[in-house]
């Protein structure tokens, strides 16, 4: 099992900008799916992005043209750039990291939308 850690979570104003960054260092990483999903006070959790090893990208409707997910393999990292965030961004974003029928889950980083 890797050892996922996220960062970058913090307060940003409607409109603003954040960056979150989730590590997973691992000789396999090139070969893993990394996911993005949030999960706000009472509701379920949700995946809101999602890069596989050949990079291709999977968003939910309600980020596109929003969020933005790329990964740097050779930093072991994946990234989420929010741009023009809103308050229903809100929640505590959680990194995924899959492997075949293995995967892991990091901490949780908390985003807070408000002016």
């Known amino acids: 099992q890797v050892q996922v850690v996220e960062s970058g979570g913090g307060l940003a104003p409607p409109g603003g900008s954040l960056r979150l960054s989730c590590r997973a260092a691992?000789?396999?990483?090139?070969?893993?799916?990394m996911a993005w999903y949030r999960q706000a006070p009472g509701l379920q959790r949700d995946m809101v992005a999602q890069?596989?090893?050949?990079?291709?990208?999977t968003y939910a409707d309600s980020v596109k043209g929003r969020f933005t997910i790329s990964r740097d393999n050779a930093k072991y990292t994946a990234y989420l750039q929010l741009d023009s965030l809103k308050p229903e961004d809100t929640a505590v974003y959680y990194c995924k990291v899959t492997l075949r029928e293995s995967y892991s889950w990091g901490q949780g980083t908390q985003v807070t939308v408000s002016s």
């Open positions: 691992s000789p396999y990483f090139n070969m893993f799916t």
């Open positions: 890069i596989t090893a050949r990079r291709t990208t």
